[in-house]
């Protein structure tokens, strides 16, 4: 009876921190190697979230399993916790399931949304950024607590263990090493990481005050130890993103709606043939 206790009660404080938080990530294995992308939490019943379809490569990457992770907990002893669990994946091209309670959540936590359906006429105005896959974590199966990340060095690190994706906080002193090159990382946690050759993405972001500039950078390679070889590098830790000027606030504005655009044609191409 105690572990279904203390299952429900992970299980509860998942939700109190994933409503709770602005910023999170989803990750996952894809049939690539392991794919995460950042994420606004959402809660209808059980923890979703609501990925435009600029992210459609990725969302038809999504296998049926996937750990939600919180990133920025609400107030300095907020949980920063990583579930794992079986996960639904449904495309809302025309926002009808997005543009209920799920809308309101997001703009409340996400200024841009704020900007772009906050309002009846912007939700017309810009129906591609209402156009969502909506990925829910329908069976939870694990609830870890994991370090806070307290600076832009610490990044997640998610691999294959036990054949589940597992999701670990770690730092480097120097994330500038290029393909071909070494980075020893340093679990948040004061633990080991156990590399054992495995295939690993470590992915960072941060965000200007009006997030309208949020930035993903990441590392793969293969993990031995705690050492990085590191295959592919995109971006770096930025400590303090500063907001987008006016013309930079267009030209990013414009190349989100161009990619939403493409991946609303996608599938709706997919759903003729």
């Keep these: 009876m105690r572990c279904t206790s203390q299952k429900r009660t992970h299980v509860n404080d998942l939700a109190t921190a994933w409503r709770g938080s602005s910023a999170g990530e989803l990750c996952w294995l894809a049939a690539d190697g392991p794919a995460a992308v950042p994420v606004v939490p959402l ?39 990583v579930a794992t669990g079986t996960i639904s994946v449904s495309l ?17 936590k996400h200024p841009p949304s704020r900007l772009r359906v906050g309002s009846l006429m912007a939700r017309r105005e810009n129906w591609w950024w209402m156009a969502r896959a909506l990925v829910r974590l329908t069976k939870v199966d694990g609830v870890r607590e994991l370090p806070a990340r307290k600076r ?28 071909g090159q070494d980075v020893e990382l340093w679990p948040r946690d ?47 830790p930025e400590p303090d993103p500063r907001p987008y000027r006016l013309m930079e606030r267009l030209r ?19 759903s003729r043939s």
């Design 190 to 236: 004061g633990g080991g990481l156990d590399g054992r050759g495995d295939t690993v993405l470590v992915m960072g972001h941060q965000a200007s005050p009006d997030f309208e500039r949020w930035e993903r950078w990441t590392r793969t390679g293969t993990l031995s130890g705690q050492t990085l070889r590191v295959t592919g590098a995109d971006g770096g």
């Design 92 to 108: 809302d091209p025309r926002g009808t399931e997005f543009g209920g309670d799920l809308v309101e959540q997001e703009v409340l």
């Design 252 to 270: 990013n504005h414009r190349e989100v709606e161009r990619a939403c655009r493409a991946g609303v044609a996608a599938v709706e191409r997919r």
């Design 152 to 179: 832009a060095e610490d990044a997640v690190l998610v691999r294959e263990r036990d054949s589940d994706v597992r999701v670990d906080v770690v730092t480097a002193e120097d994330w500038s090493a290029g393909p």
């Design 43 to 81: 809660f209808v019943d059980q923890p979703c979230v609501a990925l435009p379809l600029a992210h459609l490569p990725e969302i038809d990457s999504l296998p049926d399993r996937a750990a939600f992770c919180v990133s920025a907990p609400t107030g300095p002893d907020g949980s920063s916790l």
